[in-house]
T-cell receptor, first 111, second 114 residues
Framework: SQQGEEDPQALSIQEGENATMNCSYKTSINNLQWYRQNSGRGLVHLIL?????REKHSGRLRVTLDTSKKSSSLLITASRAADTASYFC???????????FGAGTTVTVRA | EAQVTQNPRYLITVTGKKLTVTCSQN?????MSWYRQDPGLGLRQIYY???????DKGDVPEGYKVSRKEKRNFPLILESPSPNQTSLYFC?????????????FGNGTRLTVT
């Protein structure tokens, strides 16, 4: 079953702007992961945040996690054309360690 | 180069004709998994394996079989494909045994069943 839901479904921004997307989930989690998918290709893992962490950074990426609201956000700062992709959140549930993906946010960065 | 290799990349077949999609990883990962991706539905897990000879159903296992006889290989078998199995399939592996973390994905297999 689909655990995470990304919002918005699609996002179009100008190069240099920041892009923010959100993920909400339903059950208690062990960790939450963000992945990027370029058109038709395999997913690439970006960042993993554990349930006892609130914020993580990796280069131009910033991820936050609010377990009380069961939500996470992914911020891409100073976006580039190469950031054009679909972004997925995925959660590992606490009880059965299953990994479930959301439907994704499609980000288009205009030059 | 560390990678997950799926074959074939593209496959067109007819209803009922058995097929196998191969998946191999060279990273000595214990955890491997198969997903299908359909528009608007994200990735849904078909089967996963936490180690050799250990396989478990994911969310959409009907119509699929897998085997894990060796650590590196995790083939996906469709005994009698049907048109509703037309999809983009991904194999993935994880370095963290028992936990699906930081998955490494193959490049996908686009399957069309007519």
């Amino acid at each position: 079953s689909q655990q995470g839901e990304e919002d918005p479904q699609a996002l179009s921004i100008q190069e240099g702007e920041n892009a923010t997307m959100n993920c909400s989930y339903k059950t208690s989690i062990n960790n939450l992961q963000w992945y990027r998918q370029n058109s038709g290709r395999g997913l690439v893992h970006l960042i993993l945040i554990r349930s006892n962490e609130r914020e993580k950074h990796s280069g131009r990426l910033r991820v936050t996690l609010d377990t009380s609201k069961k939500s996470s956000s992914l911020l891409i700062t100073a976006s580039r054309a190469a950031d054009t992709a679909s972004y997925f959140c995925a959660t590992v549930e606490s009880n059965d360690y299953k990994l479930s993906f959301g439907a994704g946010t499609t980000v288009t960065v205009r030059a | 180069e560390a990678q997950v290799t799926q074959n074939p990349r593209y496959l067109i077949t007819v209803t009922g004709k058995k097929l196998t999609v191969t998946c191999s990883q060279n990273m000595n990962h214990e955890y491997m998994s198969w997903y299908r991706q359909d528009p608007g539905l994200g990735l849904r897990q078909i089967y996963y394996s936490m180690n050799v000879e250990v396989t478990d159903k994911g969310d959409v296992p009907e119509g699929y079989k897998v085997s894990r006889k060796e650590k590196r290989n995790f083939p996906l078998i469709l005994e009698s494909p049907s048109p509703n199995q037309t999809s983009l399939y991904f194999c993935a592996s994880s370095p963290n045994g028992g936990l699906a973390e930081l998955l490494h994905f193959g490049n996908g297999t686009r399957l069309t069943v007519t």
